[in-house]
C-alpha cells in the first residue's frame, strides 16, 4: 500500500514470517488507509517511518490465521527488555513529536486456540513517550492467541497478546473475545502508553512462565476486566502496575498456579481495584520477570508494596493462598478504605518466625 488505500473482502496467503499487507515508507502519507473483512496467512505491518509523516488508519474485521513476527528487525525498548513485533502491528516510528497518526481499528482476531501467532498479537506504537504519537479511536479485538517463542531465562525481550506500547493515546480499548498466550514472558494484556478505558469480556489467561495477565506501565483511566483472568506459569502473575497508574481496576476474579506468581501486585499508587469473586493462588516460592530481571516472589495473593497507595480496596470472595507459608495480604503500603468480604486465608499454613 501506499497513499488512500483500501483493501476489502479477500484472502491473502503468504508464508507467516512474511508480510502479506505492509505499506511503502517512501510517500508523504498514508492519507485514508483502510482494511475491511479481510483473512490472512502472513503479518500485517503498517508503519510510518522514513517519509510517511501523517495519515489515517482504519480496520474494520482483519483476521490473521498464521503470522510469525518473531524476525521482525524493530523492536520498541522501554522498562528493561524490547517487545516483539505483532502479527498485526502499526508503529509511528518518528522521534518528532508533531508527527501524529491516527486510527480506528475494530474486528482483530489472530491465531486459534492451540495454534497460536508468533511473536505478539496486535501491537500498537508510537516512537515513544516524547517522541512521535499514534492516537486510536478505538481497538477492538476479538479472539487473540500468540506465543513469543522467547527462550527459556530471556529476561530482556517480552510480547503481548494486545499490546499498547509508548506513544499510544487510545480512547477505547475493548477485547471482545478471550485473550491467550503460551509462552515465556508473553504478557496477555499490557500497556505503556495511554487508554481512558479498557474493558475485556472474555477470559485473559497465559500458560508460560512470566506471563502476566495485566500489565500497567502507563496510564489507565479504567481498567474493568469481565471475566476471569487465570495464570499458570511460574511467575505469572495475574495484575500489576509498576509504573504509572490506573485509577479504576475492576476485576471479575484473579486466579494463579505456580511459584513466584502473584496475585494483584501494586507498586504504584492507584485509584480504586475492585474484585468482585476473589483472588487465589496456588503456588509459593518462584521466579518471575521484573522489568527485565528475574527475582524470587513469593505467591502472595494481594501484595501492597512500600511508596504505594490506593484509595479504595473493595473485594468479594476472599483473598487466598494454598501452597505452605504463603501469606494472603502482604501490605506495607497506604490504603484510605480497606474492604474484604470472604475472608482473607493462608490455607497451607503460615509458620511464625
Known amino acids: ?17 512474511k508480510r502479506a499487507i505492509f505499506n511503502d515508507t517512501s510517500v508523504a502519507s498514508l492519507g485514508q488507509i483502510e482494511l475491511s473483512d479481510i483473512a490472512v496467512n502472513g503479518c500485517v505491518q503498517i508503519l510510518a517511518r522514513d517519509a510517511v509523516r ?15 513476527a518473531t524476525n521482525a528487525p524493530d523492536r520498541p525498548t522501554g522498562f528493561g527488555v524490547d517487545v516483539h513485533q505483532g502479527a498485526f502491528t502499526l508503529w509511528n516510528m518518528h522521534l518528532d513529536q508533531s508527527v501524529v497518526i491516527r486510527a480506528d481499528l475494530a474486528g482483530l482476531s489472530a491465531g486459534r486456540d492451540g495454534a497460536p501467532v508468533r511473536g505478539s498479537g496486535i501491537f500498537v506504537s508510537g516512537g515513544g513517550n516524547k517522541a512521535g504519537r499514534l492516537v486510536v ?17 530471556r529476561a530482556n525481550r517480552i510480547t503481548g497478546g494486545v499490546f499498547t506500547v509508548y506513544g499510544t493515546e487510545v480512547d477505547e480499548v475493548i477485547n471482545r473475545g478471550p485473550i491467550v498466550t503460551y509462552g515465556q514472558n508473553d504478557m496477555v494484556l499490557d500497556n505503556w502508553g495511554f487508554v481512558d478505558r479498557w474493558t475485556a469480556r472474555d477470559k485473559i489467561t497465559s500458560h508460560g512462565p512470566s506471563g502476566i495477565g495485566f500489565v500497567n506501565f502507563g496510564t489507565v483511566n479504567e481498567l474493568k476486566i ?25 476485576f471479575e476474579s484473579v486466579t ?3 511459584g513466584g506468581a502473584i496475585g494483584i501486585q501494586i507498586t504504584q499508587p492507584i485509584g480504586r481495584l ?8 496456588f503456588g509459593g516460592l518462584g521466579q518471575s520477570l521484573v522489568k527485565g530481571h528475574f527475582m524470587p ?9 512500600p511508596g504505594d497507595s490506593a484509595r479504595e480496596i473493595e473485594i468479594a470472595g ?30 497451607g499454613g503460615v509458620t511464625s518466625t
Open 1 to 17: 500500500m501506499s497513499s488512500d488505500n483500501c483493501v476489502r473482502d479477500i484472502r491473502l496467503n503468504a508464508s507467516p514470517d
Open 54 to 68: 501523517s495519515g489515517n488508519v482504519e480496520v474494520n474485521g482483519l483476521d490473521i490465521i498464521t503470522a510469525d
Open 137 to 153: 479511536k478505538r481497538l477492538v479485538t476479538d479472539a487473540i492467541y500468540n506465543n513469543g517463542e522467547i527462550e527459556a531465562g
Open 226 to 250: 469481565q471475566a476471569p483472568i487465570e495464570t499458570f506459569g511460574e511467575g505469572a502473575r495475574g495484575f500489576n502496575v509498576y509504573a504509572g497508574t490506573v485509577k479504576l481496576a475492576e
Open 256 to 258: 494463579t498456579h505456580a
Open 274 to 281: 475492585v474484585v468482585h469473586r476473589g483472588i487465589q493462588t
Open 297 to 305: 516472589l513469593t505467591a502472595i495473593a494481594l501484595s501492597i508494596k
Open 318 to 347: 476472599g483473598v487466598k493462598t494454598n501452597a505452605p507459608n504463603v501469606p494472603a495480604i502482604e501490605q506495607e503500603g497506604k490504603v484510605e478504605s480497606f474492604r474484604i468480604t470472604g475472608g482473607f486465608d493462608a490455607l
